[in-house]
């Protein structure tokens, strides 16, 4: 990560930079979340993808950032499977609007302030989000 975007990512003092792995990550807290991407889209970063990993208790978003054509990185924020809602992307990256509405359809986050918080993928009948993991197929959610 470029010291700049490591300085913006440094101006939150709740963000924690993880340069360990291969690509580095920024975990922030769902307050900073929408505030933190904003920076680095205005420090030039641009949105690859918007994507979920359920782990239980808590569902953790993932948005994939480009800083450079060889650069990327991701930003990680939690929010409780009792609470799964957090601010949209879509006024910094309008791209992000069939993301969210796919992560919203397989994991049931809900984006705050999305223009349309509908599915995208499933019929509006289905019953449950499937790719979360207490789903199943015991009865048809359809």
Known sequence: MTPELAAIVGSFPDAELDSSGLDPLV???RDS???LVAALAGAGCRLS???AVDHMASIEVVVQLLASASEQFSVH???HEDDPRID???PVFPSAEYAEREVFDLFGVDFLGHPDP???LLPDHFLGHPLRKEFGLEVAPW
Do not use: E, F, N
Request: glycine letters at 0%; one cysteine or more.
């Open 27 to 29: 975990r922030v807290p």
């Open 118 to 120: 509908s599915r995208v």
């Open 49 to 51: 993808d918007v994507t």
């Open 77 to 79: 924020c939690m929010v």
């Open 88 to 90: 949209t992307l879509v």
């Open 33 to 35: 979340y929408r505030a």
